[in-house]
């Protein structure tokens, strides 16, 4: 056999490749590598040039895990545990971060600053309550939705870390929690299961070593990578007991793609790349079990370090509605100052008439010194009082009730989109999830989607189910009777138009006790 090309970085090495035996080992392709061409298994100590991964890996930036001994890797580490945290609040820290992300809606901040104005006495338009349940009725019914996802997630988050896994221990293998495990336990996966951790293949099925993994969860990609164990570890596997080896990797880092380690066993070193490690979230396929040795655990796994966590995700239409409160609160002010300067040009000239003036502003106490019957704080404290009253009476003008619509609509689009019979998988016995509330309409912004068929066809046949272009289906096929009931431009209309009726109807009520406060403190 032809020797392999030598890196660009390792000719310094290339007077050894002579004393290679090449017998055992099969070269291989991987799709997920590029180009590049490697072999697996290997002959002897010298396997350590044949892996993807030949650079020294540092003792600064290296981790040391003990083959079978989770006691001593974790005694002279402290390595974490296997439990994972998908969840953003907690009993302690819900109420304050909840609302810290509902105030970034420019609305909100602008409400708050109208029920804190309005319990001054001087700027006291109308009831003081009336003035902060509007804003507490939105904060209360964002926080309930927020609470109900997060929920969720702590639901998902307690089944992932009570699921069950083979951990080797006092020589058989024994059902284990996957929030128990820990690094340096050799782990046994068989078909069809998902991997609890990343893990150093050590063993098999398979008489040479191949494992196949399916990463969609990962990388979104249906088509089985292929994963091998290194031939030395293949026989010793059989005897976990009398395993005695450990492993030099690089630190845990985001990359999936990625692996650089050192397995020492017997005296040998022998060198791991990416072609040696399965990751969390992947699914054995193909192969009846394998066994493999934790590196990576909990949180530092790569799928975990590549999930950022829940993020407050906001949607385009929300975002150009705080850019259109901004423009109307600027319009607001403008409006304020106008209606402070022309009160100005009206106290200057009536400053001696306020005590004959009937709809001036009265004394809210019995005791009148100096014979006067109303508050008059200066003229600049008057233009002062106001601007800000102006603004009390004229917030109208960014309705509140907007906000109670959306979160009213989206727990309808939601409820709907959920029981939408079209969009059931049989064969997988799942339906339309609806994971964020918050971006429901962002579905509706969408113009073009694009699919690609990745692998090979099953039955080597690919049909065309629909297509809709500019409103006109291009499938052919005549709709079900069913699906015309179901799915009539009426039917969504008229469900829609009645949670439009329900809508106003709350906002009519909700407006008339409104003005029936604001008419009561007036009299008052």
Known sequence: MDKPPLHPHHESISSRWSSVSFKDNKEVTFSDLGSKRICHGSAGADSEFLSMSQKEIKDEDARLVYINDPDRTNEAFGFTGNSIKTAKYSIFTF???NLFEQFHRVAYVYFLVIAVLNQLPQLAVFGRGASIMPL?????VSAIKDAYEDFRRHRSDRVENNRLALVFEDG???EKQWKYIRVGEVIKVVSNQTLPCDMVLLATSDPTGVVYVQTTNLDGE???????????????ATDLETF????????????IYGFQANMEIDGRRLSLGPSNIILRGCELKNTEWALGVVVYAGSETKAMLNNSGAPSKRSRLETRMNLEIILLSLFLIALCTTAAATAAVWLRTHRDDLDTILFYRRKDYSVRPEGKNHNYYGWGWEIFFTFFMAVIVYQIMIPISLYISMELVRIGQAYFMTRDDLM?????????????LN??????QIKYLFSDKTGTLTDNKMEFQCACIGGVDYSGREPAESEQEGYSVEGKENSFVLLRVIIVSLRFRFGFWLTKLHFGSVIG
């Open 439 to 444: 971006i429901n309409e962002d579905l509706g």
């Open 244 to 255: 005695d080896g450990f492993i030099k990797c690089e630190k845990p880092n985001r990359n």
């Open 172 to 174: 058989e293998f024994r």
């Open 136 to 140: 507490a009725f939105v904060l209360l």
């Open 222 to 236: 249906s088509n089985l990578k292929t994963r091998y164990a290194k031939q030395e570890t293949l026989q010793k």
């Open 95 to 97: 109420l304050p971060r």
């Open 424 to 436: 059931y998988d049989e064969s997988s016995n799942s339906s339309f999830q609806c994971r964020a």
